[in-house]
């Protein structure tokens, strides 16, 4: 099995991250995104959207981190712990609620601050006005309120006493935003003692492994200078945050 990855990307390291932790052997193929490799011709035969992660079984191909999570999982049935996605009916009812829910929420305000304070400056030339900023956290800070409040309640985790792919898929959104130098975990002991069971769950040493790249972020920029894909991002981001 291959995996088209950017460790950059959250759904990229959810993925990374799973197959890790529960012993699935794959193939990394680096898709660096800040070189723009996923504009490729090589890349646009194998996903035409031109994102990762992508998954290549055999012939096969998948796109869609949380469909890849779900087909490795039940590929490997047998030597995956059940509480990664429980057979009880409305346990796992409850990991498929947040990963329906996760799309729009988390994720998508996770990542509109993870863009604004890591890539407007260097794409658009000028920093973000702080209207835009402070209104873009204060989503974020819903989001993570409604984790809190709907999600783990006084769990250990979002579905019991063990961890789910629901953790998983939290855990690299929120990191993302951080990254940044963000500290959303201030003043939310829950979300911390949370964070660091889910640590703990994957296993340390593999947690930093994925998220050595993105906490470095601050090199982005540089990387990006000269880089001529660095046009094609301007009319996205000028779409995405007019
Ligand atoms: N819903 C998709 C999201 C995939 C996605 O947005 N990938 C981003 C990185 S996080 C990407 O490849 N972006 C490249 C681009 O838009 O040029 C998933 O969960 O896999």
Redesign the pocket.
Same mark, same amino acid.
């Given at each position: 099995m291959e995996l088209y990855l950017?460790l %950059? @990307?959250?759904?990229?390291r959810s993925?990374f991250l799973f197959a890790k932790a529960v012993g699935i052997p794959f193939e990394f193929k680096l898709?660096e995104?800040s070189a723009?490799h996923?504009?490729s011709e090589e890349f646009g035969k194998i996903n035409i959207? &031109?994102?990762?992660?992508v998954m290549k079984d055999g012939s096969f191909v998948l796109?869609? @981190?949380?469909a890849?999570l779900k087909y490795m999982l039940q590929k490997h049935s047998s030597s995956v712990a059940d509480h990664w996605y429980p057979a009880d009916l409305q346990q796992r009812a409850c990991v498929n609620e947040y990963l329906s829910w996760q %799309?729009m929420n988390l &994720?998508a305000q996770g990542?509109k601050v993870f863009l604004l304070r890591a890539l407007f400056p260097v794409i658009m030339g000028s920093e973000v006005p702080k209207e835009k900023m402070d209104a873009a956290v204060q989503d974020l800070n819903q989001s993570l309120q409604m984790l809190e409040d709907k999600f783990l309640q006084n769990k250990p985790f979002i579905v019991g006493d063990k961890i789910s792919l629901a953790d998983l898929v939290a855990i690299v959104e929120i990191m993302q935003p951080v990254a940044t130098g963000l500290d959303l975990f201030e003043g939310r002991p829950k979300l911390t003692t949370w964070r660091e069971r889910v640590k703990k769950a994957i296993g340390e040493k593999l947690f930093a492994e994925a998220h050595e790249v993105i906490m470095k972020v601050g090199s982005l920029p540089q990387k990006m200078e000269n880089n001529s894909n660095l046009e094609?991002?301007k009319p996205?981001f000028q779409k995405l945050f007019s």
């Open positions: 950017d %950059h @990307s959250q759904p990229c993925v898709v995104l723009g996923q504009y959207m &031109r994102k990762v992660p796109t869609e @981190s949380v890849i %799309h &994720r990542s094609l991002l996205k």
